[in-house]
């Protein structure tokens, strides 16, 4: 298990950007696989963008509502994650949870969320 703390989220204009981070309580070195996720009001939680360690690189994953326009980085030395969310739209208002994963298999680990909200 590990601990999670997302920051950096607030409020914007669409078409603005904003970059959010998930420190982590543990090197991340070696978790298996880190995202983020997002709810809005009345809908169900939906990954947004993960990235899972392989033997020699890292393999990440968007939804398709975010490709070409969000970035998950992960810094093994900060042991920290990142969402670089740009050309942001209303409808990506929603609150954001980072999730890790430690091993293949594992209970996920949640963090308690940040609020994203894209109006003018």
């Known amino acids: 298990q590990v601990q999670l703390v997302e920051s950096g989220g607030g409020l914007v204009q669409p078409g603005g950007s904003l970059r959010l981070s998930c420190a982590a309580s543990?090197?991340?070195?070696?978790?298996?696989?880190m995202g983020w996720y997002r709810q809005a009001p009345g809908k169900q939680r939906e990954l947004v963008a993960s990235i899972t360690s392989g033997s020699s690189t890292n393999y990440v994953n968007y939804v398709d509502s975010v490709k070409g326009r969000f970035t998950i980085s992960r810094d093994s030395a900060k042991n920290a994650v990142y969402l670089q969310m740009n050309s942001l739209k209303p409808e990506d208002t929603a609150l954001y949870y980072c999730?890790?994963?430690?091993?293949?298999?594992?209970?996920?680990?949640w963090g308690q969320g940040t609020q994203v909200t894209v109006s003018s």
């Open positions: 999730r890790a994963v430690v091993v293949a298999g594992g209970l996920p680990s």
């Open positions: 543990r090197s991340i070195f070696s978790i298996y696989v």
